[in-house]
């Protein structure tokens, strides 16, 4: 993936963790909060083709915790697993998938150093040819210095 997409898909995260927590002081005390659905739904920035979106909706499970100390410092948490139907592009094509699905994703954020990181996997059949079957894994990590340089950069795609 290049740097330049992850660089605003690690952006794009870091304005919806700020996004949580715009206006609020650190915390008296620790403060957590979980939010549960069985609603799944969201994108990841990867294609079977490369950079791009992934778009998947669906029922399961869907779990989130937010957890912020007095000095400010917070980790955000979420993990999704379910039936889903997903639209993905590979050689060219854009397909719908039906399957399984399961990701997590976290965020941890202090005044030296944020660290996002994901994994996703996907394993379904066409939705117009239930003969034709896919499998995708990605797993993704940003990490920013409290000079919000980024320090590590790493994405992997698998698709099958």
């Known amino acids: 993936m290049s740097k330049r997409l ?3 898909v690690a952006a794009a995260g870091l304005l919806c963790v700020a996004a949580i927590f715009v206006g609020a002081t650190p915390a008296s005390a620790t ?7 069985t609603q799944i739904s969201g994108d990841i920035p990867v294609t079977c083709d490369g950079p791009g979106d992934t778009a998947y909706a ?3 499970n869907s779990v ?3 957890t912020v100390n007095n000095a400010g410092d917070s980790w955000v948490t979420g993990t999704q697993e379910g039936t889903v139907t ?3 592009t590979w050689g060219g094509v854009t397909g719908l998938w039906t399957g399984h699905m399961a990701t997590w994703f976290g965020d941890e954020s202090n005044n ?3 660290v996002n990181h994901a994994t996703f996997d996907f ?4 939705t117009a040819d239930p003969t034709k079957s896919i499998s995708i894994h990605a797993a993704l990590q940003v990490t920013f210095n409290a000079n919000l340089v980024m320090t590590v950069n790493n ?3 698998s698709c099958r």
């Not at 403060?31 to 659905?37: F, I």
């Not at 394993?123 to 066409?126: A, F, M, R, V, Y």
């Open 112 to 114: 030296k150093n944020n």
């Open 31 to 37: 403060t957590t909060q979980t939010v549960h659905s």
């Open 58 to 60: 669906g029922t399961g």
């Open 123 to 126: 394993h379904g059949t066409s």
């Open 86 to 88: 997903l639209q993905t």
């Open 155 to 157: 994405a992997t795609i």
């Open 64 to 66: 989130f915790h937010i």
């Open 6 to 8: 992850w660089s605003s």
